[in-house]
Structure formats: structure tokens, C-alpha cells
T-cell receptor
């Protein structure tokens, strides 16, 4: 079946540097993707989404890139801050269902 | 603060108890969801309500019984749960479900003794 996966389970980044979290998906027909941030003790928080007719979308300090040729999705966080520490999930939205990646834990080094 | 409110935040119950989890949203969303999340894992979909009707049941055991009294409320009734049902139960909502972001509450942490 379809799956959305991540390359790295844990990512350590120096405070102030940029973070890049990667995600691979297997369904070439997927047309909508979402990134969530989940802090300890909280529910997933919507960060940014992108539709398949776009290659790039920017938010506040975050950018999502979609490469449909290799079925790859990435989340870039600029000037990473301690508050960015969390688990980040990519997800493919297929009708009512989210197909989730395994998650990447982002650790910020002071 | 999340716009999806879940109560209680924590719940401890025995295997013979009956309890209910509650979820409320006032964003005018017409799709609502229940998820179960185990530690260090992504959420697993349990149920989807669309326009107050159950549209998806992901083969969830009958000891979990969802209810959608109106477009703003979603309940999950629990009865005769097992220890393996201990998890974080998340509620989410979206405008109408199709290619729309789902917005999550902070969940109910459920422990079964």
C-alpha cells in the first residue's frame, strides 16, 4: 500500500542554523501534503501544507519543497530556535485520511 | 492554545469502567476525527465523522463507541477496555475533509489499570 516515510529519525541542529527534515512518499497520485509539529504533551500542530501543483511554499521561517519526480518532500526551518524542538511528521492527505510518516525528532543544540 | 478542546486531559480507569472522552470545536468544521497515538509513533486513525455522520471506522473494536451529537461536538465512549488501549487519544477537525488540514486537540492521556 501507499506509505510516507522519513529518512532520519533524529536530527540535531545548532541553534541559529537552518534545519532540513526530509520525507519520501510512494504514491505518485498524492496531491496534498502536510507538515505537523508535535511537542511533548501536545497534539500535532499544523505547520504548512502544499498541493501537488506547487514545488515550493513558504511560511514564517518555514519552507516546504515538493519534488514529484523523486517523490520527496522536505521542511526547511530557518534560524532554528529552542522552541522548534519537537517531533515533525509529514503526512499525505488522501480524501479523509492522513497517511503519516514515522516522524523526525528535532534536537536543538545550544 | 488549540482551537480543538479535549476533556479530560488525563484519565485513569479500570477494565470494567465506562467513561467518555469529549471533543469540541467552534471553527465551523464539518469533519471530525478520533485518533489513537502510542508513544513515539504517528497517530492512527480510528473514526471519521463527516457532516455528523460516521463515514469511516478503521476496524476499531466495539469497546470504543463514537458519537457526534452535533457539528461542534464529538464523543468517544469507552467500555471494558484492555491495558493495550492505554494511549493518547486525539481529536481533530477539518473544514470538510478533502485536501484540508486537520487541526488537532492536545489529546486525552488514557491509562487502563
Amino acid at each position: 500500500g501507499e506509505s510516507v516515510g522519513l529518512h532520519l529519525p533524529t536530527l540535531s541542529v545548532q541553534e541559529g542554523d537552518n534545519s532540513i527534515i526530509n520525507c519520501a512518499y510512494s504514491n505518485s497520485a498524492s496531491d496534498y501534503f502536510i507538515w505537523y509539529k508535535q511537542e511533548s504533551g501536545k497534539g500535532p500542530q499544523f505547520i504548512i501544507d502544499i498541493r501537488s501543483n506547487m514545488d515550493k511554499r513558504q511560511g514564517q521561517r518555514v519552507t516546504v519543497l515538493l519534488n514529484k519526480t523523486v517523490k520527496h518532500l522536505s521542511l526547511q526551518i530557518a534560524a532554528t530556535q529552542p522552541g522548534d524542538s519537537a517531533v515533525y511528521f509529514c503526512a499525505e492527505n488522501s480524501n479523509y485520511q492522513l497517511i503519516w510518516g514515522a516522524g523526525t525528532k528535532l534536537i536543538i543544540k545550544p | 492554545d488549540t482551537e480543538v478542546t479535549q476533556t479530560p486531559k488525563h484519565l485513569v480507569m479500570g477494565m470494567t469502567n465506562k467513561k467518555s472522552l469529549k471533543c469540541e470545536q467552534h471553527m465551523g468544521h464539518r469533519a471530525m476525527y478520533w485518533y489513537k497515538q502510542k508513544a513515539k509513533k504517528p497517530p492512527e486513525l480510528m473514526f471519521v465523522y463527516s457532516y455528523e455522520k460516521l463515514s469511516i471506522n478503521e476496524s476499531v473494536p466495539s469497546r470504543f463507541s463514537p458519537e457526534c451529537p452535533n457539528s461542534s461536538l464529538l464523543n468517544l465512549h469507552l467500555h471494558a477496555l484492555q491495558p493495550e488501549d492505554s494511549a493518547l487519544y486525539l481529536c481533530a477537525s477539518s473544514q470538510d475533509g478533502r485536501n484540508q488540514p486537520q487541526h488537532f486537540g492536545d489529546g486525552t492521556r488514557l491509562s487502563i489499570l
